[in-house]
């Protein structure tokens, strides 16, 4: 069996680290050529070292996806450097807990809103009209288990005012309308809604061994995810492989949202 992605374009945002990371490494496997977008530049130049000592190359684009002029550039250095774009992986976000202490709860929900949904939103726009042009496409967008349930009683930022879970929820309706509209011009866009992963965003919950400890119990298969493990569905929804896939919510949750 040949590489599922040989030949392919893709861009992947929030490249640097946790999901998007993994994304990256995983896409390398099958044959990508990639375009690692990160508004942390460190993050990047250290994913770029990691990839060529393995023998690869990617193309890096700092930028931030929350504005318009920056995803522009993203899209256009793609295509400037590969001649296409076949793939899109919207992973960058953030949560509440990334917006500085001194911010209020509406100044957060704002700031949390502008990345993981006005900038999923850009993203896909300019990624349509690259696609567009030369006939089709997958956009593969992170939401989270989170878009689905509410935030379990047990965390101490399940306060009913999180913007984390909504944003999500829009992530979640944007692919779904995009599905609809998009899947006749060859497009297919769907989202992945991972469950508690270890990546940076979940830290600061599994450095308490008890909170960590309830977490691990509330998911069905008795632990929490790795990103390799989310990559791994996003890289099958990318491929050919998911030609009939389009408009649908994937859950990698092991079993989270199924009790």
Known sequence: MGLRLQGKVAIITGAGSGIGRACVLRFLEEGAQIVATDIQISALEDLARQVA?????????????????????????????????????????????????DADFA????????????GTLLMCHAGVEAMRSTG????????SVMGTVGYPTFLPFSDGFNAY?????????MTRDMGVRLAAEGIRVNVVCPGFIYTALTENVTGNPEIHQAIQKSHPIGRMGQAAEVANVIAFLASDEASFVAGATWAVDGGYTAQ
Do not use: F, Y
């Not at 879970?165 to 309706?173: E, L, T």
């Open 107 to 118: 100044e957060r929900w704002e700031a949390v809103m502008r990345v993981n949904v006005k």
């Open 165 to 173: 879970p909504q944003s999500k929820g829009a992530v979640i309706q």
């Open 136 to 143: 089709g496409g997958s956009i593969i967008n992170l939401a």
């Open 53 to 101: 000592q393995a023998g690869g190359n990617i193309l890096t684009v700092p930028g931030d996806i929350t504005r318009q002029e920056h995803v522009a550039a993203i899209v256009q250095q793609a295509i400037a450097a590969h001649g296409r774009l076949d793939i899109l992986v919207n992973s960058a976000g953030i949560t509440a807990r990334n917006v500085g202490p």
